[in-house]
């Protein structure tokens, strides 16, 4: 039997395939495409990368608002020793200092010194929180602030945080220094340093405890709750030091 009938072949038919030139067509249509494709990813992946960075540190500025309004808020009507009825509080422009419950799974119970202030690094500056335990000291030290440990930053350059501070009269001072009582609320204003904008995102704390429960009884009674008579001539004291 012949082979040729058991495998018979199919005519050859010249169009089948690609032929070389319409290879190299498609090739250098898809390094075209890909050229294109490389090109508009080029120009487009920086502008995300920037608003994704952009998103990322304003979610991180907002956390940080909301650490130092919880913690402003939870401040407490606590004199630094005993010749003294004058809360431990010194806010200032830049800066403020407090007691207040300790909190953190690593925080024995007790009350802690929070200082939140303005400090500088490698990367410009920040907004820091630093806490000591609070302990009362001599009358004729004061407090050494330099036990502050535990720095936290809360907000970081372009973002700059300053306070301000009312009593009941609700009239805002850009100090709230040797006052007999603790600010009624205290507002925090976020501004851009670049391009010197005030942000949305500023808000006001309240805080919680104003005054101590003896200063309410001396109020009724129109007695002075902060230097009640013939209590520092009989103590020795010489007031609240400056921190």
């Known amino acids: 039997?012949?082979?040729?009938?058991l495998f018979p072949t199919r005519p050859r038919d010249a169009r089948a395939g690609f032929t070389l030139i319409e290879t190299l067509i498609a090739t250098a249509?898809?390094?075209?495409?890909?050229?294109?494709?490389a090109t508009i990813t080029a120009q487009w992946l920086p502008n995300w990368n920037r608003g994704f960075v952009r998103v990322q540190r304003t979610e991180l500025l907002?956390?940080?608002i909301e650490r130092v309004v919880a913690d402003i808020a939870a401040a407490q009507y606590v004199p630094a020793h005993y010749a003294t009825r004058k809360p431990l509080f010194e806010g200032r422009e830049l800066a403020v200092t407090f007691v207040r419950t300790a909190i953190g799974p690593n925080s024995p119970p007790g009350l802690e010194i929070v200082r939140l202030a303005e400090a500088a690094d490698a990367r410009g500056l920040a907004l820091v929180r630093t806490q000591m335990r609070f302990a009362p000291v001599d009358p004729n030290v004061g407090i050494n602030l330099r036990g502050l440990r535990d720095p936290v930053v809360l907000a970081r350059a372009p973002f700059r945080l300053s306070f301000a501070y009312a009593g009941a009269d609700r009239v805002w001072k850009p100090t709230?220094?040797?006052a007999p009582e603790l600010p009624t609320a205290?507002?925090?204003t976020v501004r851009n340093a670049t391009t010197g904008r005030t942000l949305t995102v500023s808000t006001a704390a309240l805080v919680h405890v104003t005054v101590a429960a003896a200063c309410l009884r001396a109020k009724n009674n129109s007695g002075d709750?902060?230097?009640p008579v013939g209590?520092?001539?009989e103590r020795g004291g010489k007031g609240q030091q400056p921190l």
């Open 1 to 5: 039997m012949n082979g040729a009938r």
């Open 29 to 37: 249509l898809m390094v075209a495409i890909l050229a294109a494709l």
């Open 62 to 64: 907002s956390l940080g």
């Open 176 to 178: 709230w220094v040797d």
């Open 186 to 188: 205290v507002r925090v």
């Open 225 to 227: 709750c902060v230097n």
């Open 231 to 233: 209590d520092e001539s």
